[in-house]
Protein backbone atom coordinates (compact mmCIF):
# COMPACT_ATOMS: atom_id res chain seq x y z
CA UNK A 1 0.00 0.00 0.00
CA UNK A 2 1.31 3.18 -1.09
CA UNK A 3 1.31 6.10 1.40
CA UNK A 4 2.74 9.63 1.24
CA UNK A 5 4.20 11.65 4.18
CA UNK A 6 4.63 15.49 3.80
CA UNK A 7 6.99 17.30 5.72
CA UNK A 8 8.16 20.78 5.68
CA UNK A 9 5.24 22.93 7.03
CA UNK A 10 5.98 25.94 9.38
CA UNK A 11 5.20 29.27 10.55
CA UNK A 12 6.78 31.87 8.35
CA UNK A 13 6.80 35.77 7.69
CA UNK A 14 5.20 37.36 4.40
CA UNK A 15 7.71 37.45 1.35
CA UNK A 16 9.54 34.29 3.38
CA UNK A 17 10.49 30.41 1.77
CA UNK A 18 9.19 27.66 2.90
CA UNK A 19 10.12 23.82 1.16
CA UNK A 20 7.31 21.06 1.14
CA UNK A 21 8.51 17.38 0.73
CA UNK A 22 6.65 14.29 -0.11
CA UNK A 23 8.01 11.13 0.14
CA UNK A 24 6.43 7.56 -1.14
CA UNK A 25 6.22 4.68 0.68
CA UNK A 26 5.17 1.37 -0.19
CA UNK A 27 5.48 2.41 -4.13
CA UNK A 28 7.20 4.89 -6.41
CA UNK A 29 6.71 8.12 -8.25
CA UNK A 30 7.45 6.51 -11.34
CA UNK A 31 8.08 9.13 -14.18
CA UNK A 32 4.51 9.37 -16.12
CA UNK A 33 2.20 9.12 -13.07
CA UNK A 34 0.79 12.65 -11.73
CA UNK A 35 1.49 13.74 -8.77
CA UNK A 36 0.09 17.02 -7.38
CA UNK A 37 0.01 19.06 -4.23
CA UNK A 38 -3.43 20.72 -2.60
CA UNK A 39 -4.30 23.22 -0.35
CA UNK A 40 -7.56 23.74 2.20
CA UNK A 41 -7.58 26.78 4.41
CA UNK A 42 -10.12 27.10 7.31
CA UNK A 43 -13.56 27.12 6.00
CA UNK A 44 -12.59 26.32 1.97
CA UNK A 45 -12.60 23.96 -0.29
CA UNK A 46 -9.74 22.18 -1.20
CA UNK A 47 -8.05 23.59 -4.11
CA UNK A 48 -5.32 22.87 -6.39
CA UNK A 49 -2.30 24.26 -6.48
CA UNK A 50 0.54 22.90 -8.26
CA UNK A 51 0.86 19.37 -10.54
CA UNK A 52 4.01 17.39 -12.50
CA UNK A 53 3.79 14.07 -13.93
CA UNK A 54 7.64 13.74 -15.07
CA UNK A 55 10.80 15.79 -14.23
CA UNK A 56 11.61 17.74 -17.43
CA UNK A 57 8.07 17.78 -18.30
CA UNK A 58 5.20 20.22 -18.00
CA UNK A 59 4.37 21.67 -15.32
CA UNK A 60 1.02 22.72 -13.97
CA UNK A 61 0.03 25.52 -11.64
CA UNK A 62 -2.96 27.56 -10.06
CA UNK A 63 -2.67 31.30 -11.30
CA UNK A 64 -2.56 31.89 -7.46
CA UNK A 65 0.95 30.59 -6.68
CA UNK A 66 2.22 30.73 -10.16
CA UNK A 67 5.74 32.56 -10.42
CA UNK A 68 6.02 31.99 -6.91
CA UNK A 69 5.79 27.84 -6.38
CA UNK A 70 7.87 25.45 -7.95
CA UNK A 71 7.48 21.56 -7.67
CA UNK A 72 9.75 19.46 -8.79
CA UNK A 73 10.56 15.26 -8.46
CA UNK A 74 13.65 13.77 -7.70
CA UNK A 75 13.63 10.13 -8.38
CA UNK A 76 16.11 8.82 -6.73
CA UNK A 77 15.03 10.25 -3.20
CA UNK A 78 11.33 9.09 -4.65
CA UNK A 79 10.11 12.70 -3.14
CA UNK A 80 8.36 15.32 -4.61
CA UNK A 81 8.60 19.01 -3.88
CA UNK A 82 6.93 21.96 -3.75
CA UNK A 83 9.29 25.23 -3.47
CA UNK A 84 6.95 28.05 -1.84
CA UNK A 85 8.68 31.68 -2.15
CA UNK A 86 7.48 34.73 -1.89
CA UNK A 87 4.92 33.53 1.18
CA UNK A 88 1.34 35.40 1.06
CA UNK A 89 -1.10 34.97 4.41
CA UNK A 90 -3.20 33.83 1.87
CA UNK A 91 -0.88 30.91 1.30
CA UNK A 92 -1.85 30.16 4.81
CA UNK A 93 -3.33 26.43 4.61
CA UNK A 94 -2.69 23.25 5.26
CA UNK A 95 -0.50 21.59 2.29
CA UNK A 96 -1.47 17.85 0.94
CA UNK A 97 0.61 15.76 -1.65
CA UNK A 98 -1.49 13.60 -3.79
CA UNK A 99 -0.91 11.13 -6.82
CA UNK A 100 -2.38 9.14 -9.31
CA UNK A 101 -0.74 5.76 -9.76
CA UNK A 102 -3.04 4.48 -11.92
CA UNK A 103 -3.32 6.81 -14.97
CA UNK A 104 0.03 7.46 -16.83
CA UNK A 105 1.35 9.81 -18.97
CA UNK A 106 -2.38 11.34 -18.59
CA UNK A 107 -2.57 15.45 -18.01
CA UNK A 108 -2.19 15.73 -14.35
CA UNK A 109 -5.94 16.90 -12.98
CA UNK A 110 -7.20 19.96 -11.11
CA UNK A 111 -9.77 18.31 -9.32
CA UNK A 112 -8.84 16.24 -5.90
CA UNK A 113 -10.84 13.30 -7.60
CA UNK A 114 -8.17 12.63 -10.16
CA UNK A 115 -5.87 11.68 -7.27
CA UNK A 116 -6.31 8.06 -5.25
CA UNK A 117 -3.62 8.73 -3.00
CA UNK A 118 -3.23 11.30 -0.11
CA UNK A 119 -0.60 12.35 2.49
CA UNK A 120 -2.13 13.48 5.63
CA UNK A 121 -0.95 16.91 5.37
CA UNK A 122 1.17 19.64 6.88
CA UNK A 123 0.80 22.96 7.70
CA UNK A 124 1.81 26.26 6.40
CA UNK A 125 1.05 29.12 8.11
CA UNK A 126 2.22 32.89 6.81
CA UNK A 127 2.16 35.61 9.17
CA UNK A 128 1.59 39.62 7.97
Known amino acids: QVQLVESGGGLVQAGGSLRLSCAAS?????????VGWFRQAVGKEREFVAA????????YYSDSVKGRFTISRVYAENTVYLQMNNLKPEDTAVYYC????????????????????WGQGTQVTVSS
Open 52 to 59: SRSSGDTT
Open 98 to 117: AANLRDRWTVPGQDPNDYGY
Open 26 to 34: GGTFFSGYP
